[in-house]
Nanobody, 116 residues
Framework: VQLQASGGGLVQAGGSLRLSCAASGTAFSFNAMGWYRQAPGKQRELVAI??????NSAASVKGRFTISSGNVKNTVYLQMNSLKPEDTAVYYCHAFFRLLRPNQYWGQGTLVTVSS
């Protein structure tokens, strides 16, 4: 399974970006798929996830970021609005497939930079 993430870039504070992640190489649908981020000098943290059909997001992004699944199988999007400089990080797509071994996969990371 390969995860292909895209959509990062440089944006001013208050702006918006949309990240996309597509998983390929399996006929199974994901059980969980979402986004993590890692800022310089900090640990990787969960941003938002779709887990068995339910969505969840970090408190720091609630009301600003929205995760959704696409019409294309095994695709998720992260719509990021009202971006803040503290959202600057490398964003990683993650997928969990209960029936596969290994059952967890990471994308290559996409850099989001929010300028003040």
């Amino acid at each position: 399974v390969q995860l292909q993430a895209s959509g990062g870039g440089l944006v001013q504070a208050g702006g918006s970006l949309r990240l996309s992640c597509a998983a390929s190489g399996t006929a199974f649908s994901f059980n969980a798929m979402g986004w993590y981020r890692q800022a310089p000098g900090k640990q990787r943290e969960l941003v938002a996830i779709i887990n068995d059909g339910s969505t969840n997001s970090a408190a720091s992004v609630k009301g600003r970021f929205t995760i959704s699944s696409g019409n294309v199988k095994n695709t998720v999007y992260l719509q990021m609005n009202s971006l803040k400089p503290e959202d600057t990080a490398v964003y990683y797509c993650h997928a969990f497939f209960r029936l596969l071994r290994p059952n967890q996969y990471w994308g290559q990371g996409t850099l989001v930079t929010v300028s003040s």
